[in-house]
């Protein structure tokens, strides 16, 4: 993505807690978006912050530092099934979003 | 729950044709969108619309145009498709923000996997 940074690819064991980090620039920032998308399939929505600090959602939440440039991702207690890709986005004026090029979760047994 | 729909899962074309890809969303959302989905490049805005008859190009709007002339479908047209727009092709759709709405994500569909050869 232009100007969002995510790592390429993570792993982890089944029941661990995995983190996934996501910087970016930009000018007129609206709300931070986490996706995932399973391969083959459509993304789907995750979380949304808008405003700083932690936002929790069963196993998975979501931070937000703005002043940073910087949020992650946080899976508890991974299951065989988060295996997937993990986009981070942020929107750009009009409701776009600017997408990172996704982060590959590889949860093993 | 929110439906989008995409024409086809897999479509096949030659150079040179025009190809169509339709998208239907059934939650009256003010919003869509087209991008493609290349390995390494994640997901790229080719256009998006906010309303009907309203088009806006996004990142890389070269060899594509669209149409909106309802607001529950939105089509992405390449007009000469060549070898480098074969790619995956996903649309999606959301409300416009809005003071009390908590917040507007995007509903994607399917996606069409297109090939050109």
């Known amino acids: 993505g232009q100007n969002i940074d995510q790592p390429t690819e993570m792993t982890a064991t089944e029941g661990a807690i995995v983190q996934i980090n996501c910087t970016y620039q930009t000018s007129g920032f609206n709300g931070l978006f986490w996706y995932q998308q399973h391969a083959g399939e459509a993304p789907t929505f995750l979380s949304y912050?808008?405003?700083?600090g932690l936002e929790e959602k069963g196993r998975f939440s979501s931070f937000l530092s703005r002043s940073k440039g910087y949020s992650y991702l946080l899976l508890k207690e991974l299951q065989m099934k988060d295996s997937a890709s993990y986009l981070c986005?942020?929107?750009?004026?009009?409701?776009?979003?600017?997408f990172g090029t996704g982060t590959r979760l590889l949860v093993s047994p | 729950d929110v439906k989008v729909t995409q024409s086809s899962r897999y479509l096949v074309k030659r150079t040179g044709e025009k190809v169509f890809l339709e998208c239907v969303q059934d939650m009256d959302h003010e919003n869509m969108f087209w991008y493609r989905q290349d390995p390494g490049l994640g997901l790229r805005l080719i256009y998006f619309?906010?309303?009907?008859?309203?088009?806006e190009k996004g990142d890389i709007p070269e060899g594509y145009s669209v149409s909106r002339e309802k607001k529950e479908r939105f089509s992405l047209i390449l007009e000469s498709a060549s070898t480098n727009q074969t790619s995956m092709y996903l649309c999606a759709s959301s409300f416009v923000d809005r003071p009390g709405r908590d917040s507007y994500e995007q509903y994607f569909g399917p996606g069409t996997r297109l090939t050109v050869t």
């Open positions: 619309s906010y309303d009907v008859k309203m088009k």
């Open positions: 912050n808008v405003l700083d």
């Open positions: 986005a942020h929107t750009s004026g009009f409701q776009k979003l600017v």
